[in-house]
């Protein structure tokens, strides 16, 4: 199974250089809409319910201080993905691709599966809020619309 450095890496080769911020949120909608079309996940790590949106903790600590992220700076291994998981990708990247990350943040905080990871937690106002968001609940809200 490919890492998410893997879907990084083949991202960023199709976007060009991305703010970390933009590279969470296409690699959380490459994976939610993986699950969503094909039942399997794209990678095993997992996603956070953070304040501004899904984040993965490992790719956060890796290019936070990175502006712009680009391709190169990835070790991902992009050949690792199937044909299938690239076209998935191909089209998440076309549905999202050209949105700004903040753009992508609020979308995600409209949507149940951050949104009921956070209020698992029930963090106030403000608070750091580092619950998993469930690839079952992924899987569920994005096969639903």
């Known amino acids: ?29 490459t994976h939610a809409w993986c699950l969503a079309w094909t039942d399997e996940a794209l990678f ?10 899904p984040v993965n903790p490992d790719l956060y600590q890796r290019y936070r201080d990175e502006y ?3 391709s190169t700076m990835v070790p991902g291994d992009s050949a690792t993905l199937s044909e ?14 050209d949105k700004s990350p903040q753009w992508l943040s609020d979308l995600t905080h409209a949507e149940d599966p951050w949104r009921n990871a956070c209020d698992r937690a029930h963090p106030q106002a403000g608070e750091h809020c580092d619950e998993v968001i469930a ?11």
């Open 1 to 29: 199974m490919p890492s998410i450095l893997d879907a990084a890496k083949y991202i960023l080769e199709k976007q060009g250089s991305l703010s970390a911020l933009k590279l969470q949120k296409l690699t959380y909608y």
């Open 84 to 97: 299938d998981q690239q076209d998935t990708i191909d089209h998440v990247l076309k549905a999202y691709g």
């Open 68 to 70: 712009p992220v680009t």
């Open 44 to 53: 095993p790590e997992e996603f956070q319910a953070w304040r501004n949106g």
């Open 135 to 145: 690839k079952t609940e992924m899987l569920e809200y994005y096969a639903s619309l």
